[in-house]
């Protein structure tokens, strides 16, 4: 198989992409006062379902009782429009930079798909449920804190990546 640099997936610079991202936290906390983040999205969407199969129960329930109400959905938030246009935005990258047109698996030598998708899911448990343990993603966390100069956004940040980078020891063995 001849793979020639027109063969390869487009993607942006990473340099390029790190400064439309800043200018991005910058206009969002400029627009609306906040940062960027996911995980409220996740809990419109939870509060909703729960509301919508056992509403007596979710109104009773201490958290999530004090999202419901009768004048709107908890799915109205920009949080959840924010995400539609994350999950909407990288599709439409994905057609436009053919990226889209044969699913596939990323994955080192020393692991399956099966087992690559495994990990996905339990990684993506994970953060869902330390995001409400945490109050917040990383995104709105880090990226948003850090661009408003809020010491606790610098040491999650700092967290996030020293974590990442201690922890990555033992996982790059199924990538190598």
């Known amino acids: 198989m001849n793979n020639t640099i027109t063969d390869q997936?487009?993607?942006?610079?990473p340099y390029l992409g790190g400064v439309l991202l800043g200018l991005l936290i910058l206009a969002t906390v400029y627009i609306t006062g906040r940062g960027l983040g996911a995980s409220g999205a996740i809990k419109s969407t939870v509060v909703?379902?729960?509301?919508?199969?056992?509403?007596?129960?979710t109104k009773a329930n201490s958290y999530m009782g004090q999202f419901v109400s009768d004048d709107h959905s908890p799915m109205y938030t920009w949080l959840v429009f924010e995400s539609l246009g994350v999950l909407l935005g990288?599709?439409?990258s994905g057609i436009i930079f053919g990226r889209t047109k044969k699913f596939r698996t990323d994955h080192g030598p020393k692991i399956t798909s099966k087992r690559?998708?495994?990990?996905?899911?339990?990684?993506?448990?994970?953060?869902?449920?330390?995001?409400?343990?945490?109050?917040?993603c990383t995104s709105g966390a880090a990226l948003s804190g850090?661009?408003?100069?809020?010491?606790?956004?610098?040491?999650?940040?700092?967290?996030?990546?020293?974590t990442g980078y201690a922890i990555s020891y033992f996982f790059r063995k199924m990538w190598i």
Do not use: D, E, H
Request: hydrophobic letters at 50%; a positive charge.
């Open 90 to 92: 990288g599709l439409l």
């Open 116 to 136: 690559r998708w495994i990990y996905a899911a339990i990684g993506g448990a994970l953060f869902g449920i330390g995001s409400q343990f945490g109050r917040g």
């Open 9 to 13: 997936p487009k993607y942006i610079n």
């Open 48 to 57: 909703t379902t729960s509301n919508t199969i056992a509403p007596s129960a």
């Open 146 to 162: 850090t661009a408003t100069f809020a010491l606790g956004g610098v040491i999650v940040m700092f967290a996030i990546f020293g």
